[in-house]
T-cell receptor
C-alpha cells in the first residue's frame, strides 16, 4: 500500500518559474526522502529530511516537513527544462528498513 | 565508481514462464532491495537482502524470490508469470553500517523493463 500521496499529480510550468510539490503521509515517520525519476530511468535521491527537522536546502531545492500535518513539500526554484521528470516522496516503513513511495508528481518544464 | 547496474534492460516473456533479473550494487554497498514499479505508479518494495539472507519482505507472493551472493550482487526470480507482473523492476543498494534502509539515501539502478505477453 502507498504511504505518501503527492499533489498535484501533474504540473506544467515555464522555465524560470518555481515548482512546488506536496506530499502527505498517513503514519508517523522517522525520515522522509524525495527522489527524481527521468523517463525510463531509475530514481535519483534528492534530499532526506529527518522527523526532527523542519526545512532543508540543497542547491535550488527546498524541502519542508510538518509532522503535525503529516505533510512535506518540495520547492524547485528557477526551474529548467532539465528538471522535467517525475518526483516521488518516500517514507520509511514500520521496520525502518525500506521505503514506501507515493504515486509521484510529473513535472514538465517548457522553454 | 560504478553505480548500481541491472541486467537485462528489457525482457519479454509469456504467461507462465519464469524470469531472473540481476543486480550489482554500488561499490562498497552490502544491502540490496528490490522494487516493482507499475506504469504510472510509485515503486513498491518487494524484499531486501543483507548478508545473503532475505531480511524484510513486502506484500508480494511467494512466486517472487531472491538471492544474494557473497559479492553482494543479487537476483530476483519470478515464477509462473502473470500479465500483472509487467513492470519496471528496480534494484537499490545501500550500506548497512550507515543505517537501515529508510534512514539513508538509496542508490537505484535504471531497472529492468519486464513485459509479459
Amino acid at each position: 500500500s502507498q504511504q505518501g500521496e503527492e499533489d498535484p499529480q501533474a504540473l506544467s510550468i515555464q522555465e524560470g518559474e518555481n515548482a512546488t510539490m506536496n506530499c502527505s503521509y498517513k503514519t508517523s515517520i522517522n525520515n522522509l526522502q524525495w527522489y527524481r525519476q527521468n523517463s525510463g530511468r531509475g530514481l535519483v535521491h534528492l534530499i532526506l529530511i529527518r522527523s526532527n527537522e523542519r526545512e532543508k536546502h540543497s542547491g535550488r531545492l527546498r524541502v519542508t516537513l510538518d509532522t503535525s500535518k503529516k505533510s512535506s513539500s518540495l520547492l524547485i526554484t528557477a526551474s529548467r527544462a532539465a528538471d522535467t521528470a517525475s518526483y516521488f516522496c518516500a517514507t520509511d516503513n514500520q521496520a525502518g528498513t525500506a521505503l514506501i513511495f507515493g504515486k509521484g508528481t510529473t513535472l514538465s518544464v517548457s522553454s | 565508481d560504478a553505480g548500481v547496474t541491472q541486467s537485462p534492460t528489457h525482457l519479454i516473456k509469456t504467461r507462465g514462464q519464469q524470469v531472473t533479473l540481476r543486480c550489482s550494487p554500488k561499490s562498497g554497498h552490502d544491502t540490496v532491495s528490490w522494487y516493482q514499479q507499475a506504469l504510472g505508479q510509485g515503486p513498491q518494495f518487494i524484499f531486501q537482502y543483507y548478508e545473503e539472507e532475505e531480511r524484510q519482505r513486502g506484500n508480494f507472493p511467494d512466486r517472487f524470490s531472491g538471492h544474494q551472493f557473497p559479492n553482494y550482487s543479487s537476483e530476483l526470480n519470478v515464477n509462473a508469470l502473470l500479465l500483472g507482473d509487467s513492470a519496471l523492476y528496480l534494484c537499490a543498494s545501500s550500506l548497512r553500517a550507515a543505517g537501515i534502509g529508510g534512514n539513508q539515501p538509496q542508490h537505484f539502478g535504471d531497472g529492468t523493463r519486464l513485459s509479459i505477453l
